[in-house]
Each structure stands twice: as structure tokens, then as C-alpha cells.
């Protein structure tokens, strides 16, 4: 009798094991198939056989601003200026990457006209990275343009960029772009962006008649900045030795239709347009330093046509130059930051006779960095002075309050 309940144990306890390590081998399964997450900037998945990567960002501007303009009655405005959902990743193999960023604010998306195409799309490329020195990109997305409009708008020290990248900034577009990187941390370094594109701007999907082409030459003679701090603004990382990038921009878009290249009104005549941008930032101990030149030229900024009543109109390019001036601090305990920026805006003489005006702008910040440019509390006090060809003279000013929160 005993040794049959002896192997009636056996039995059971062997069954029970068995269960147990069948149950482990589920449970390991189930964990082989699950992504991985990783939190950094923003939220990341990596599927269990490491083929897919998924990293998804989101980020919004809410702001109330208060007009005093010389020639209109004094208002605010309060809305929700920038709302972006960004995803990035790869597919197959870290080489092969891709970014798609979507717009919703109004202010992003504009107005819906009839015969023209919703803004929602800001970014949509793919890219092929084989190495750190080499990329290759098909797709939309920003061009290799000037300093201000490389930097996220959420990189930002002010609530905005300057009048200037507003006029004569290439934007976004469509097409190849391909670039090279020689990069050291304490070294001479320097980098080189191209791009053939449309020319049309974002989102166009209309006959293509122009081309567009884009050069562009980075140095850094000290080396790159902590964290890829070239590419926002203000000294948050606190560089203890002095860092210095200075870059120039070469774009020629022939045959363009809109009134400022990759933007704007539709023109009467095609154009070729050429824009020219140098521009230098530094960085030591919390300082922070831009200086920024842009320009556009064009043969003949004016196109002209006759209305329905046989009426001469006319629509131009906004053909001029400008200069940004900006310095800041930031304190390094308190993480608050004051800025400081003078623009000076020059139209070509043929529109300036139309009366559309030159212009100076001073502007005075406040920021508090919460969690870097990821979350950041901003003040801002602009004053422009606007010059006409008749003489006449305007003085405006606006107040704004901002807040801005990301992953």
C-alpha cells in the first residue's frame, strides 16, 4: 500500500511540475512578443524582434497676447498657437527611418480655401542613415534654410521668431535632400546640407513647373555643442568652454509661383527667386549670442494683371534683407533666462514705392525653464517701428504670455 501511494506522489508531483514549467514557458513567450518602452524624448516602442521602432512626441504653445496698434482700436487675442503630434522611428533596420509631423492648431493649419490643400502635414520623410556621417532623406519636410527656422519652434527663446525669418525663410518643402557630418566634441567640425526640391512649399499638389536648390555649410571651430544645443536657443546646458557655430545658406527657386518661394500669395508671373542666409551662434557660461543676415533678390519683385474690368493689378515678391541681433542669460540656479532681440527689416525699393513698409522691432523676454524647452513659462514685450515710402510713420506694440509643454 505504501509504495502504491509512492508512485501515485511521483505521479502528481511530476504532473504539477510539469504544469508549472509549462506555465513559465507561456509566460516567457508572452514577454518575447511584448515591445519594449523606452521613456526619453517622448515616449518610445520597440517591437520584442527589434524590427520596428515607434517613438511618439506631442507638444502645444497656448498664449494670450495684447495689441496696441497705432492705427487700429486695442485688442487681445488668446488661442492655442502651435499643437503638434510628431512620430519618428525606424522600420526594418535602425538605417531606415522615418518622420511624419502633424499640425492641428488654426494658426498651423490656416484657413480653408477653396482650390487649396489643408496644412495638417508639416513633416512626412523617409531617410536613410548608413553612418554618422551620411544622410539621404525623400519626403517633406524643413529645408537646410536659416539658423532661426532650422531650430524648433519649440526651441524658442522668445514667444516667436524674428519679423525677418516671418519674410525671407525658406520654410518647408518637398524633394531629396542629402548631408554630411564631421563631428567632434572638442574638434574643428563642420557640416554639409544639400536639397533639390519643388519649390512650392508644403503640401502642394499642383502641376510642378520650378525647381528648387538648396546649399548650406556648417562650422563649429570649437566642436559641437552639449546635447545638440546648435540647434536651440539660449545656454541652458551651461557650456563651460565657448562653443561657435557659423553657418551660410545658398537657394535659388526657379520659376517660383508664390510671393515669398515656398510661401505666400499666388503671383501674376513666375519668378526666380534667390535667398542668401550667414548667420552665428554662441554659447559660454549661460550666455548666448545670434547674429542672423537674410535676403531675398529676384530680377523683377513685380507681377502684374488685368481684373475682369481691364484693370491693371498688381502682386509682388517680398524681395529685401534684414539682420537679427539677439543676447541672453540664463541663471544657472534659478533656471530663469532674460533675452533681448533687434531686427531690422529692408524691402527692395520697388515694393517699398507700393508703400509696404520697412520696419524695426526690439523685443524683451522672460523665460522660466521648467523642464528645459520642453516645458518653459515665457513673457514677451515687442515694440515695432514701421517706415512708409510717404513718410509716414507707425509705432505698435504687443504684450504676450506663453506657455509651452512637450514630451
Known sequence: MKKVIFL???????AVFAQIDHEKEKQEFKLTALPYYNYGKGLGMTSADSLFQLNIRF?????VTYYDYEDKESNYDAQIRRLRLRFDGYVGNPKFQYVIQLSFAPGDVGEIEEGKNLNIIRDAAVSYVPNKN???LFGQTKLPGNRQRVNSSGSLQLTDRS???AQFN???DFGIQANHYQQSKDKFSYNIKTAISSGNGRNWSGKDENVAL???LELLPFGTFKKG????EGDIQYEEKIKLMVSGVWHKNFDANLARGQQGDELYENRNLQSVFFDAIAKYKGWAGMISYMNRSTDNPLTTSLNSEGLPQTRYVFAGEGMDYQLSYTFPASH????GRFSTQNVNKAIHNLNVPNQKQYSFGVTKYIWEHAFKVQAEVSYDQLEFYTGQQKNNWYARFQIEIGI
Do not use: A, P
Open 8 to 14: 501515485l506522489s511521483l505521479l502528481v508531483g511530476n
Open 59 to 63: 507638444r502645444m504653445q497656448n498664449r
Open 134 to 136: 551620411w544622410s539621404f
Open 163 to 165: 519679423i525677418n525669418n
Open 170 to 172: 525658406i520654410d518647408r
Open 214 to 216: 538648396t546649399g548650406k
Open 229 to 232: 544645443g546648435e540647434y536651440f
Open 336 to 339: 530663469y533666462e532674460i533675452i
